[in-house]
């Protein structure tokens, strides 16, 4: 079965620092570009931060560059982003999501671009 599972999520206070882990089993990191995912309660989702499958290649939403970075451990099928200096409008469920992408995808089509999603990690900032 292919699936992936997100953890890391917690209660922070404004400034404070957390590190969300996806683990993907039943397929290799190796042939899939990651991205994580956020909605707040009554927003859309959006994307907020993407790794290629070689892991050459990251992006970020502007909200959180400077404070938030993507890395990948395909030895243990693991993607982890670190996010630092938190705010509460970085409060909502996180997801990440997997796809094998083409040159046709872009930072903008990322959305319905994934092929396997989480269930999410709920993040709350306040204080």
């Known amino acids: 079965q292919l699936h992936l599972v997100e953890s890391g999520g917690g209660f922070v206070q404004p400034g404070g620092s957390l590190r969300l882990s996806c683990a993907a089993s039943?397929?290799?990191?190796?042939?899939?570009?990651i991205a994580w995912f956020r909605q707040a309660p009554g927003k859309e989702r959006e994307v907020v931060s993407y790794?290629?499958?070689?892991?050459?290649?990251?992006n970020f939403a502007d909200s959180v560059k400077g404070r938030f970075t993507i890395s990948s451990d395909n030895a243990h099928n693991t993607v982890y982003m670190q996010m630092n200096s938190l705010k509460p409008e970085d409060t909502g469920v996180y997801y990440c999501?997997?796809?094998?992408?083409?040159?046709?995808?872009?930072?903008?089509?990322?959305?319905?671009?994934?092929?396997?999603w989480g269930k999410g990690t709920l993040v709350t900032v306040s204080s």
């Open positions: 999501a997997a796809g094998i992408l083409t040159g046709g995808s872009s930072w903008y089509s990322l959305l319905d671009d994934m092929d396997y």
């Open positions: 039943g397929f290799n990191l190796d042939y899939y570009s």
């Open positions: 790794i290629s499958n070689g892991g050459d290649i990251t």
